[in-house]
């Protein structure tokens, strides 16, 4: 018996070996948690994992090629923050968001719209990009008449009554009514510029008085077309369209270069834009985003010293205009047909313009009456210009923009 009990410590330490042996042998499998302590494993069990939260992302900035009087700020969860022609910011949110605090202050806009008022033909022009009806269905006022419309999806929703004329707009008066548009109970209005004797801050403050939001348009402000096209980004946005405004002014300022390099190295012909009008005469200054145009498309402008440094028009005598004009090889003229559709709705007014070549020889060109409707289209107004200048490098492009004006229409 004495001698069991002394061997049974052996016995024991001679299994105790071989398991430390053991032990150590098994290492392929063996993690940190596989040889916790229980208690070490009863403590991370009932410790949950916590995720951390990942940082609210930076605010960013719209990227903008050409245009420099609208900015956006992209926020969180498809907030942005507008900055419109005038420096006015606003937030713009989806149903059901609140401003984050920071921006509380700002005047809230939901978007998409749904009950709007534009002012111009250029603004609807830029949502013509989308190839979508349903954007029109946010409108719900405009200042235009419904026969003006050259498209249908406006035309039929104006004649349906479902958009109204709010106030006239013909080329020599402006003119809003506000009884209608306080009827109409639009969300939001969007402003161009005044002219025409338009004193548009009363506008803006009669409007705000009503209640509704003014938000201003500044692309007619744009020193450069591009950047006036441009402006498809700002109109986009208020319809969650930023992507595909994106792309689309992407593809069209491609064409505009492609154009630009291809009578890089051609003859150019000179060229004015003007009109006469009621027996005065206005020209494009040369720091115009018309005379931009007409260099870019391969042409000399014949106003140079002009207005170099400006972007607006300059009354000039019928004198200067025929000097001016004497050697040039094409006019525009920036009235549309259905102000004058003919030479001689110019030469009854300034009849020593029918001796200028250029209106003998028929190179008188004019904007078309949807003109200012398409700035959609700016691209097509270059190539347009450059086809009319060098007609042998675009022979086969189709004009929409501009259109040769006859001796006499039919």
């Given at each position: 018996?004495?001698?069991?009990?002394?061997?049974?410590?052996?016995?024991?330490?001679?299994?105790l070996l071989?398991?430390?042996?053991?032990?150590?042998?098994?290492?392929?499998?063996?993690?940190?948690?596989?040889?916790?302590?229980?208690?070490a494993?009863?403590?991370?069990?009932?410790?949950?994992?916590?995720?951390?939260?990942?940082?609210?992302?930076?605010?960013?900035?719209?990227?903008?090629?050409?245009a420099?009087n609208?900015?956006?700020?992209?926020l969180?969860?498809?907030?942005?923050?507008?900055?419109?022609g005038?420096?006015?910011?606003?937030?713009?949110?989806?149903?059901?968001?609140?401003?984050?605090?920071?921006?509380?202050?700002?005047?809230?806009?939901?978007?998409p719209?749904?009950?709007t008022?534009?002012?111009?033909?250029?603004?609807?022009?830029?949502l013509?990009?989308?190839?979508d009806?349903?954007?029109?269905?946010?409108i719900?006022?405009v200042r235009?008449?419904?026969?003006?419309?050259?498209?249908?999806?406006?035309?039929n929703?104006?004649?349906?009554?479902?958009?109204?004329?709010?106030?006239?707009?013909?080329?020599?008066?402006?003119?809003?009514?506000?009884?209608?548009?306080?009827?109409?109970n639009?969300e939001?209005?969007?402003?161009?510029?005044g002219?025409?004797?338009?004193?548009?801050?009363?506008?803006?403050?009669?409007?705000?008085?009503?209640?509704v939001?003014?938000?201003?348009?500044?692309?007619s402000?744009?020193?450069?077309?591009?950047?006036?096209?441009?402006?498809?980004?700002?109109?986009?946005?208020?319809?969650?369209?930023?992507?595909?405004?994106?792309a689309?002014?992407?593809?069209?300022?491609?064409?505009?270069?492609?154009?630009m390099?291809?009578v890089?190295?051609?003859?150019?012909?000179?060229?004015?834009?003007?009109?006469?009008?009621?027996?005065?005469?206005y020209?494009?200054d040369?720091?115009?985003?018309?005379?931009?145009?007409?260099?870019?498309?391969?042409?000399i402008?014949?106003?140079?010293?002009?207005?170099?440094d400006?972007?607006?028009?300059?009354?000039?005598?019928?004198?200067?205009?025929?000097?001016?004009?004497s050697?040039?090889?094409?006019?525009?003229?920036?009235?549309?047909?259905k102000?004058?559709?003919d030479?001689?709705?110019?030469?009854?007014?300034?009849p020593?313009?029918?001796d200028?070549?250029?209106?003998?020889?028929?190179n008188?060109?004019?904007?078309?009456?949807?003109?200012?409707?398409?700035?959609?289209?700016?691209?097509q107004?270059?190539?347009?210009?450059?086809?009319?200048?060098?007609p042998?490098?675009?022979?086969?492009?189709?004009?929409?923009?501009?259109?040769?004006?006859?001796?006499?229409?039919?």
């Open positions: 018996m004495e001698k069991l009990q002394k061997a049974i410590p052996f016995a024991v330490l001679i299994l071989l398991a430390l042996t053991a032990c150590a042998g098994n290492t392929s499998g063996t993690t940190p948690s596989d040889s916790a302590s229980p208690a494993s009863q403590a991370s069990e009932a410790t949950p994992t916590v995720e951390e939260t990942p940082a609210p992302a930076e605010p960013k900035d719209i990227e903008l090629t050409f420099t609208f900015h956006i700020i992209y969180n969860d498809g907030m942005k923050i507008v900055t419109d005038e420096g006015k910011q606003f937030i713009l949110l989806h149903d059901g968001q609140t401003a984050p605090a920071e921006y509380s202050d700002l005047a809230a806009i939901t978007i719209l749904k009950r008022i534009y002012t111009s033909t250029t603004q609807v022009g830029f013509r990009a989308f190839e009806d349903t954007l029109y269905d946010s719900v006022g235009m008449a419904a026969e003006d419309w050259d498209f249908d999806a406006m035309k929703r104006m004649l349906d009554g479902k958009i109204v004329d709010i106030g006239s707009n013909t080329s020599q008066t402006v003119s809003y009514d506000f009884e209608i548009i306080q009827s109409i639009p939001e209005i969007f402003l161009s510029g002219g025409m004797g338009l004193d548009i801050d009363s506008i803006k403050t009669m409007l705000e008085q009503m209640g939001p003014c938000i201003s348009d500044g692309s402000k744009e020193t450069d077309y591009r950047g006036t096209m441009e402006w498809i980004k700002f109109f986009a946005t208020f319809y969650d369209l930023d992507q595909e405004a994106k689309y002014f992407d593809a069209a300022m491609a064409r505009i270069d492609g154009v390099d291809k890089k190295d051609a003859e150019q012909p000179t060229v004015g834009w003007a009109i006469v009008s009621m027996g005065s005469v020209v494009e040369a720091g115009s985003k018309s005379a931009k145009m007409i260099r870019a498309a391969g042409a402008y014949a106003f140079d010293g002009i207005g170099d400006t972007n607006s028009v300059t009354s000039i005598s019928v004198e200067e205009l025929y000097d001016r004009l050697t040039a090889d094409y006019m525009i003229n920036r009235g549309m047909p102000y004058g559709p030479l001689k709705s110019i030469t009854d007014q300034a020593m313009l029918a200028l070549a250029i209106f003998r020889d028929g008188v060109w004019q904007i078309t009456d949807d003109f200012w409707s398409t700035y959609h289209t700016i691209d107004k270059y190539i347009e210009l450059a086809a009319i200048f060098h042998d490098l675009f022979p086969d492009v189709e004009f929409e923009n501009f259109i040769l004006m006859p001796q006499v229409a039919e």
